[in-house]
């Protein structure tokens, strides 16, 4: 098929894709979603920090929190196989998109799912090239 048979089918058909967030879609049965956490549950071995590939999730046992760096996770499911009980699980949602690297904290004492959203500390890098600014 020649370039301009294709790019004129291309502008004449519909879009293969939603306006998301403006348009919701179907969420796949097989979505993995993002993870969550039940405090209520957690024992502290830390085994989910540990065996992150991205190393998005810090554990705070003094604290008794678990912080999910959003931008790092891929969604891969390990933390949730190796958790001895329970604790973490994949919500099938899509999260909401924008600009900011959000860091969730899940603490002991909110409920399941429940979280507070804080900012991800900017780099080196990016102090850096902000002040070139």
């Not at 209520?40 to 008794?64: F, G, Q, S, Y």
Request: aromatic fraction near 6%.
């Amino acid at each position: 098929m020649s370039m301009i048979v294709s790019s004129l089918k291309n502008l004449l058909s519909k879009p293969d894709t939603v306006r998301y967030p403006f348009e919701r879609t179907d969420i796949p049965s097989n979505n993995r979603g993002r993870v969550v956490w039940d405090m209520e549950r957690c024992i502290w071995c830390r085994l989910c920090e540990k065996n992150c590939p991205t190393k998005a999730i810090v554990t705070d046992k003094a604290a008794k929190t678990q912080t999910i760096t959003r931008v790092r996770c891929i969604q891969c499911r390990t933390c949730v196989d190796v958790c001895p009980t329970n604790t973490i699980a994949m919500e099938p949602v899509y999260s909401e998109p924008g600009p900011a690297r959000e860091v969730h904290t899940y603490a002991v004492g909110m409920k399941k799912g429940e979280y507070t959203v804080g900012l991800m500390p900017l780099s080196e890098r990016d102090e850096t090239r902000l002040r070139k600014r």
